[in-house]
């Protein structure tokens, strides 16, 4: 099937704790992304991925890294996650740039 | 002033009602407008997809895109129990996949 698949789903943690978000596609994707989901803010870019090695800075990329060494994963890292990252992170991937997105099912993600 | 604004609801409409989803925008260089669909605890999925103006349809949907008033719609018939869910209007200057903005959504119950 495909999918791109996120984990993990639930995530609690301590401010400073360094943790890591995995995401992977099997659909072959070129393009790959990374948003939050907050109320009332709808979905922000944090970072994006045109192709292997090549990263991008989205809207909101303070706090957050990211590596692109394969196609199908792209991880999201918080060096010293904070509790304004608290938030539910979705994944996505697309063929291309002008293909539609096809996005993970989140990680919801508190920082205590 | 947010570049999109959509009304966060609720709206509850009986079963087999016409829904009308709205959008409006500041930025006339957009061009690429789509309608994500996304259920509780699940990543959004592109429902609809439009470049610059017009109208399109897919079986019960309808999306329309008036320029000149930078306003977007979706309008679902008969609509099901099934159709409730949060709608995302998105757009992008660029793309269907790169430096979308989306609106905060809107969510949908259909009472049956």
């Known amino acids: 099937e495909a999918q791109v698949t996120q984990n993990p789903r639930y995530l609690i943690t301590v401010t400073g704790k360094k943790l890591t978000v995995t995401c992977s596609q099997n659909?072959?994707?070129?393009?790959m992304s990374w948003y939050r989901q907050d109320p009332g803010l709808g979905l922000r870019q944090i970072y994006y991925s045109m192709n292997v090695e090549v990263t991008d800075k989205g809207d909101v990329p303070e706090g957050y890294k990211v590596s692109r060494k394969e196609k199908r994963n792209f991880p999201l890292i918080l060096e010293s996650p904070s509790p304004n990252q608290t938030s539910l992170y979705f994944c996505?991937?697309?063929?291309?740039?002008?293909?539609?997105?096809?996005f993970g099912n989140g990680t919801r993600l508190t920082v205590t | 002033q947010k570049e999109v604004e959509q009304d966060p609801g609720p709206l509850s409409v009986p079963e087999g009602a016409i829904v009308s989803l709205n959008c409006t925008y500041s930025n006339s260089a957009f061009q690429y407008f789509m309608w994500y669909r996304q259920y509780s605890r699940k990543g959004p999925e592109l429902l609809m997809y439009?470049?610059?103006?017009g109208n399109k349809e897919d079986g019960r949907f309808t999306a329309q895109v008036d320029k000149s008033s930078k306003y977007i719609s979706l309008f679902i018939r008969d609509s099901q129990p099934s159709d409730s869910a949060t709608y995302l209007c998105?757009?992008?200057?660029?793309?269907?996949?790169?430096?979308?903005?989306f609106g905060s959504g809107t969510r949908l119950s259909i009472r049956p």
């Open positions: 996505a991937s697309s063929l291309s740039k002008n293909s539609p997105l096809h």
């Open positions: 659909m072959n994707h070129e393009y």
């Open positions: 998105a757009m992008s200057e660029y793309s269907s996949a790169s430096k979308i903005i």
């Open positions: 439009t470049y610059s103006s």
